[in-house]
């Protein structure tokens, strides 16, 4: 479907789900992939190596400044260069109101969900802005960047800010090569999905029924559209915010 073939990308938050599916979307397609994550890929990066694709892994907390900072270094320092970034890590937070969400919740939620994201555009366009070649970022917002669902407000706070930072950044590099976007997934068959299933059985199954769809989505429905919005397919696009969420938005 796509061909990356010698292009270099650094996918955070790439153990598991959405993150894991576009860095195996990605090698498939020819890339040179760094895989990062809190707990590093290690195992994920040798599984697709093993399969005779170009892949390493780095152990990264979006959150601190120098682990993002080493991340594209290394990236670099392997590579020579860097194409694309999906900037997928991710937590999600507790069902509480908003009252009763403790300060240290809400700073741990914006510390991976937005300033990581910061973060992580911060050091990848420092390296872009220099190597005058086409380039891309995607970053994962949420279906709750663009909605409010009731007792979940900084997990929204957060993925609206990553939206802010999406379009802002994005006519700031309109005409220097580097494209950024953002991909708004809904209610997807992850881990992180499975976790709040198993404790919120009743606010997750009221979800699912407001989905036009009536079903969640997989991993591979949102990691195709990264790869879209890295793609030249997306040539004209910038600041997007693209649903893939079953409908969920539209009504």
């Not at 400044?65 to 594209?72: A, F, G, I, Q, R």
């Not at 860097?82 to 890590?89: G, I, V």
């Not at 403790?102 to 914006?110: A, L, P």
């Amino acid at each position: 479907m796509f061909n990356f073939k010698d292009k270099v990308v650094i996918v955070t938050g790439a153990r598991t789900g959405i993150g894991l599916s576009v860095a195996t979307l990605f090698a498939e397609a020819g890339a040179h992939v760094v895989l990062a994550g809190h707990h590093e890929p290690d195992a994920e990066a040798k599984k697709l190596t093993k399969q005779g694709y170009s892949a390493i892994s780095f152990q990264c907390d979006v959150s601190q400044p120098k682990d993002v900072h080493d991340m594209v270094n290394f990236t670099i320092n392997q590579f020579g260069h860097l194409d694309y970034a999906y900037n997928n890590a991710g937590i999600q937070s507790p069902v509480t109101d908003t009252a009763d969400l403790s300060i240290e919740e809400y700073d741990n939620i914006m510390d991976t969900n937005l300033k990581g994201t910061f973060l992580c555009m911060k050091y990848e366009l420092d390296q872009m802005r220099t190597q005058n070649k086409p380039a891309a970022i995607v970053n994962c917002s949420s279906m709750g960047g663009l909605v409010g669902i009731a007792n979940r407000a900084a997990y929204h706070a957060s993925k609206h800010g990553v939206l802010g930072l999406t379009k802002s950044s994005a006519l700031e590099y309109a005409n220097r090569n580097v494209r950024i976007n953002a991909v708004c997934p809904g209610v997807i068959d992850t881990p992180m999905v499975e976790r709040m299933d198993s404790s919120e059985k009743e606010e997750m199954s009221d979800l699912i029924k407001e989905i036009p769809m009536g079903r969640l989505a997989q991993p591979e429905e949102v990691a195709k559209v990264v790869l879209f919005l890295c793609s030249d397919a997306s040539s004209y696009m910038i600041g997007q915010a693209i649903s893939v969420d079953g409908g969920y938005t539209v009504h």
